[in-house]
């Protein structure tokens, strides 16, 4: 997205028409996301009232295997000096991503969880 997003840039732009339908299309889904202005704006707030949600602590550890793609992609990424400069060198760089790796992500969850729940929700090696 460009420019700042807000609260209701979050609901109108994002939630309303991508993630409600998704959401509605599933037996009773559970929605989370992270503790980000837009996502805690009381409008955004009062939007997702419809929603099961879990809450997101504080200092929360980030277990999203997400987060270690973004890093993949971050440290390949080339200076960027415009942002559709900035757009064309992620899709380039998203485009071959090896799905292997993806796919160990998303298998070392519950090793991940493990980690953190032994580690008392602190730092751990992943």
Known sequence: ??????????????????????????????FQQDNARSHTARVAQDF???????PWPARSPDLSPVEHVWDQ???????????????LAVQDLWAPLPQDNIRCLIN???????????AGGGPTLY
């Open 1 to 30: 997205m460009r420019g700042i997003l807000t609260g209701q840039r979050y609901v109108d732009d994002i939630f309303r028409p991508n993630v409600r339908p998704f959401l509605n299309s599933l037996t009773r889904p559970i």
């Open 108 to 118: 070392s969850m519950p090793d991940r969880v493990a980690a953190c729940i032994a």
């Open 48 to 54: 997702l009232l419809h929603f099961q949600s879990l």
């Open 73 to 87: 992609l971050k440290r390949q990424m080339p200076s960027c000096h415009s942002v559709q400069d900035l757009e």
